[in-house]
């Protein structure tokens, strides 16, 4: 059963409960097991992006991200990405995106934290109060773009931030439902 999507380029990859991955090619309409070796401890998976050839596994339960390489047989078994003791500060995680710097979403009980990591390591971070907190935030997307987008379902809104955190803007409709 699928457990969580994402699309890197022009194909999607998906992590399966077996545990396992597949990759779909739209183009060629071709669907191919992916061979992923899960930690013990990623059982609860948030979310997943993928950056250069690497997958990066958003692992509620222990509160850490795992860097899985790919291989020819597939993707290795992965490797505790945040380091530092850092990963005592996150608290139920909600998503990630990566640019290059990985920027890890926690859900509103936690002020709709934003965490920012380079190379494992967390950087000073943080996101302008809003008049309208943020409430129970659904998605982070940063990779190629120079903003970061929060989707905040509850608000029915798209929140948008610069990169420095310093300046925001946002995006309503009450299509944004569901």
């Given amino acids: 059963h699928l457990k969580i999507a994402k699309p890197f380029g022009a194909k999607v ?3 399966t409960d077996s545990p396992g991955a597949a990759v779909y090619d739209p183009v060629k309409s071709e669907l ?3 061979t ?3 930690n013990q401890t ?3 998976i948030a979310d997943i992006d993928i950056f250069g050839s690497n997958l990066y596994v958003l692992a509620k339960n222990d509160a850490n991200i ?3 390489i790919l291989t020819a047989g597939g993707y290795a078994k992965g490797e505790q990405w945040i380091l530092g003791g850092a990963e005592k500060e996150i608290k139920d995680p909600v998503s990630i995106s990566i640019d290059g710097d990985i920027y890890l979403l926690q859900s509103s009980d936690n002020s709709g934290t934003v965490l920012k990591f380079t190379k494992g390591i967390k950087q000073e971070f943080t996101l302008p109060p809003l008049l309208i907190p943020l409430k129970n935030t659904a998605k982070i997307i940063a990779a190629n773009l120079k903003n970061l ?3 905040d379902p509850d608000n029915k809104r798209v929140v948008i931030f610069s990169k420095d955190g310093k300046t925001f803007s946002q995006i309503t409709s009450d299509k944004f439902d569901n």
Wanted: proline share 0%; glycine share 0%.
């Fill in 13 to 15: 990859i998906f992590l």
């Fill in 66 to 68: 795992y860097k899985h």
């Fill in 42 to 44: 990623e059982t609860d």
């Fill in 149 to 151: 987008y929060i989707l």
């Fill in 36 to 38: 992923i070796k899960l």
């Fill in 32 to 34: 191919k097991n992916v």
